[in-house]
């Protein structure tokens, strides 16, 4: 099994930058694709990013100024988050998949227990 620990959230102001990481343990890391998810207060749970093998995606309300990476050594994803909306207020997800396609598409084999990222207006 996989197991995720989600940190780095906090309190920002509009415009200002926080970087997420998603340390995680046990095996076949390597194997998935890794992504975020972020849920807002009475909103569905939404796709934010994703890294594969050979491609990364970003959701068209990120793209620009979410930058995800990994670092498999570490068993650690990452989410470099700048120029920061009140938008995008929520709990932040680290997920994994079998593939990026899967991940993109909702179908998530392990989550992490979330990290909440507020930004002031």
């Known amino acids: 099994q996989v197991q995720l620990v989600e940190s780095g959230g906090g309190l920002v102001q509009a415009g200002g930058s926080l970087r997420l990481s998603c340390a995680a343990s046990?095996?076949?890391?390597?194997?998935?694709?890794m992504g975020w998810f972020r849920q807002a207060p009475g909103k569905e749970r939404e796709f934010v990013a994703a890294?594969?093998?050979?491609?990364?995606t970003y959701a068209d309300s990120v793209k620009g100024r979410f930058t995800i990476s990994r670092d498999n050594a570490k068993k650690t994803v990452y989410l470099q988050m700048n120029s920061l909306k009140p938008e995008d207020t929520a709990i932040y997800y680290c997920?994994?998949?079998?593939?990026?396609?899967?991940?993109?598409?909702?179908?998530?084999?392990?989550w992490g227990q979330g990290t909440q990222v507020t930004v002031s207006s």
């Open positions: 890294v594969g093998w050979y491609s990364i």
């Open positions: 997920a994994t998949s079998l593939d990026l396609r899967a991940l993109v598409s909702g179908d998530i084999d392990y």
């Open positions: 046990g095996r076949t890391f390597a194997n998935y694709a």
